[in-house]
T-cell receptor, first 110, second 111 residues
Framework: EPEVTQTPSHQVTQMGQEVILRCVPI?????FYWYRQILGQKVEFLVS????????KSEIFDDQFSVERPDGSNFTLKIRSTKLEDSAMYFC????????FGQGTRLTVV | KNEVEQSPQNLTAQEGEFITINCSYS?????LHWLQQHPGGGIVSLFM???GKKKHGRLIATINIQEKHSSLHITASHPRDSAVYIC?????????????FGTGTRLQVTL
């Protein structure tokens, strides 16, 4: 069964450092998303990506965040200068209608 | 006010019980998703609905578009059904429109 894969599963980083979260979406899907879930809270939308460009982004997705699809298979989320409040589970999803989620990357900023 | 509301927030059931989780939403949607999140955090899509009813194994999902309401039912519940069940809606607008999530219902099924 096709699946969305995310790496790493867990990342610990120091405040102010840059992190890159990686995702391999399902190959024939056209729509890609990043969501995050702060511990104990609901899942929140960050950004959607279609046709090699951002189609929508939330208020959370400020200048510190960026997304890329560098090689046609990977889909990355970069946080330039991490803050403590960026600690969360980050989910990548791809969609052909039904959304398929990766297992998430747990980011801990210390 | 949240655009997607779920009830109950927490639910404990004994093995074999019939379970219903409810979702109400306040915006126009193109589809509603039911998702399952296990303690490890991973999210699995269960259903995508735009009308009527869908069934997969012991799970049944229904939606009433006029009333802006959906239900997820689990028949003959089992401890392995213990998870957080999340309702999420896709709004009508947008080419690659996002999902807006409810807060989830934490289900615990005991022996």
């Amino acid at each position: 069964e096709p699946e969305v894969t995310q790496t790493p599963s867990h990342q610990v980083t120091q405040m102010g450092q840059e992190v890159i979260l990686r995702c391999v979406p399902i190959s024939n899907h056209l729509y890609f998303y990043w969501y995050r879930q702060i511990l104990g809270q609901k899942v929140e939308f960050l950004v959607s990506f279609y046709n090699n460009e951002i189609s929508e982004k939330s208020e959370i997705f400020d200048d510190q965040f960026s997304v890329e699809r560098p090689d046609g298979s990977n889909f990355t989320l970069k946080i330039r200068s991490t803050k403590l409040e960026d600690s969360a589970m980050y989910f990548c999803a791809s969609s052909d209608g039904l959304a398929f989620f990766g297992q998430g990357t747990r980011l801990t900023v210390v | 006010k949240n655009e997607v509301e779920q009830s109950p927030q927490n639910l404990t059931a004994q093995e074999g019980e019939f379970i219903t989780i409810n979702c109400s939403y306040s915006v126009g949607i193109s589809a509603l998703h039911w998702l399952q999140q296990h303690p490890g955090g991973g999210i699995v899509s269960l259903f995508m609905l735009s009308s009527g009813k869908k069934k997969h194994g012991r799970l049944i999902a229904t939606i009433n578009i006029q009333e802006k309401h959906s239900s997820l039912h689990i028949t003959a519940s089992h401890p392995r059904d213990s998870a957080v069940y999340i309702c999420a809606v896709r709004r009508r607008t947008g080419t690659a429109s996002k999902l807006t999530f409810g807060t989830g219902t934490r289900l615990q099924v005991t022996l």
